[in-house]
Nanobody, 123 residues
Framework: VQLQASGGGLEQAGGSLRLSCATP????????VGWFRQAPGKEREFVAT????????SFADSVKGRFSISRDNAKNIVYLQMNSLKPEDTAVYYC?????????????????WGQGTLVTVSS
């Protein structure tokens, strides 16, 4: 199962970026999808997750009120809209597909991972 994350880049603090995750058709419509990130020298951490139909979302405290997550099952794409970016948001962002319809916050609950897209926020 191949996931394709895109949309990363260099942005100034206070700016916005939208990440996209293209998911395989056979996994996208019934499974939760999550976003995680890993900054240099740090462990991978949970960012956000969205349930199979988009009805349930969850966010890390560090991004609440700034990030949103959505999905278009017709296109098999999950989006992470990132607003009011901060330098501490700098990381490689990964999308992942859960085997469950509602995802959790731990990486162990996600089976398939994309290659990551780098987000750099300058101060």
């Amino acid at each position: 199962v191949q996931l394709q994350a895109s949309g990363g880049g260099l942005e100034q603090a206070g700016g916005s970026l939208r990440l996209s995750c293209a998911t395989p058709r056979r996994t996208s419509s019934n499974n939760a999808v999550g976003w995680f990130r890993q900054a240099p020298g740090k462990e991978r951490e949970f960012v956000a997750t969205i349930s199979w139909n988009g009805g349930i979302t969850s966010f890390a405290d560090s991004v609440k009120g700034r990030f949103s997550i959505s999905r278009d099952n017709a296109k098999n794409i999950v989006y992470l809209q990132m607003n009011s970016l901060k330098p501490e948001d700098t990381a490689v962002y990964y999308c992942a597909v859960s085997l469950r319809s509602i995802g959790g916050t731990g990486p162990d609950g996600y089976r398939y991972w994309g290659q990551g897209t780098l987000v750099t926020v300058s101060s």
